[in-house]
Nanobody
Framework: QVQLVESGGGSVQAGDSLRLSCTASGSPFRSYVMGWFRQAPGKEREFVACITGFGSHTAYSNSVKGRFTISRDNAKNTVYLQMNSLKPEDTAIYYC???????????????????WGQGTQVTVSS
């Protein structure tokens, strides 16, 4: 059974940094695209970033491009999201998820991800 466990969330001030981690078990980790999504109160879930199995390709939403960096360590079955220059609008629950598709068009679509973590709260105050 696949399990994804996020960690690293917290409460910070605007301009601070956080690094989220997501550790996977139960599947050949490097075979899958991994993504980060977030959901703020009263808003729909939105794509944040994704990374291919060996890390050769990444993609970001426009709202985080240049501030967030996604990476992975396949030896540790872990994907990371380094978040710099955090803004109050980054406040949300952040989820990692696994995508079995090789179609780049599917990597930004939440419904194409088959396993999800429980989420970790990030709160940014001004």
């Amino acid at each position: 059974q696949v399990q994804l466990v996020e960690s690293g969330g917290g409460s910070v001030q605007a301009g601070d940094s956080l690094r989220l981690s997501c550790t996977a078990s139960g599947s050949p980790f490097r075979s899958y695209v991994m993504g980060w999504f977030r959901q703020a109160p009263g808003k729909e879930r939105e794509f944040v970033a994704c990374i291919t199995g060996f890390g050769s390709h990444t993609a970001y939403s426009n709202s985080v491009k240049g501030r967030f960096t996604i990476s992975r360590d396949n030896a540790k079955n872990t994907v990371y999201l380094q978040m710099n220059s955090l803004k109050p609008e980054d406040t949300a629950i952040y989820y990692c998820a696994r995508n079995p598709s090789q179609d780049p068009g599917a990597w930004v679509v939440g419904d194409r991800y088959d396993y999800w973590g429980q989420g970790t709260q990030v709160t940014v105050s001004s």
